[in-house]
């Protein structure tokens, strides 16, 4: 008999003659259908979950330049070796980014030195 034709004459069963054969494959194999209960204080602990990787590439987004856009093209030239005209398009368009995947000391001494000149900078 294969596992169809098993499941095929389980189908064609009622609730009760379900129940009874239940039964006797309990006891047949002695073994028992319900699940077994476990205290609370018995639960299994929790798997550690595993330590997240720390981001080791950063990206540094000009939000917007505030109100003193040239000193904000200024930092930006000093930032990324920008020329004058390809800077001011850079600061133009923003939001942008202005440096990818730099460390994260590196990002951070760009933002600060954006947000010193009133830019609005944010670090992905």
Same mark, same amino acid.
């Given at each position: ?6 499941? +095929? &004459?389980?189908?064609? #069963?009622?609730? *009760? ?6 039964? !006797?494959?309990?006891?047949?194999? @002695?073994?028992?259908?319900? &699940? %077994? #209960?476990?205290?609370?204080? #018995?639960? %299994?602990?929790? &798997? %550690?979950? !595993?330590?997240?990787?720390?981001? $080791? !590439? ?7 330049? @505030?109100?003193?856009?040239? /000193?904000?093209?200024?930092?930006? =030239?000093?930032? $990324?070796?920008?020329?004058? =005209?390809?800077a001011k398009e850079l600061v133009e368009g923003v939001p942008?980014?202005? *440096? $990818?995947?730099?460390?994260? /000391?590196? +990002?951070?001494?760009?933002? !600060? ?11 992905k």
């Amino acid at each position: 008999m294969t596992k169809e034709e098993i499941i +095929a &004459a389980i189908e064609e #069963m009622t609730v *009760l003659e379900l129940s009874d054969l239940v039964k !006797e494959l309990e006891e047949k194999f @002695g073994v028992s259908a319900a &699940a %077994p #209960m476990m205290a609370v204080g #018995m639960m %299994p602990a929790a &798997a %550690p979950a !595993e330590a997240v990787e720390e981001k $080791t !590439e950063w990206d540094v987004e000009l939000k917007d330049f @505030g109100a003193k856009k040239i /000193q904000v093209i200024k930092a930006v =030239r000093t930032i $990324t070796d920008l020329g004058l =005209r390809e800077a001011k398009e850079l600061v133009e368009g923003v939001p942008v980014i202005v *440096l $990818t995947g730099v460390s994260k /000391q590196a +990002a951070e001494e760009a933002k !600060e030195k954006l947000e010193a000149e009133g830019a609005a900078v944010e670090l992905k």
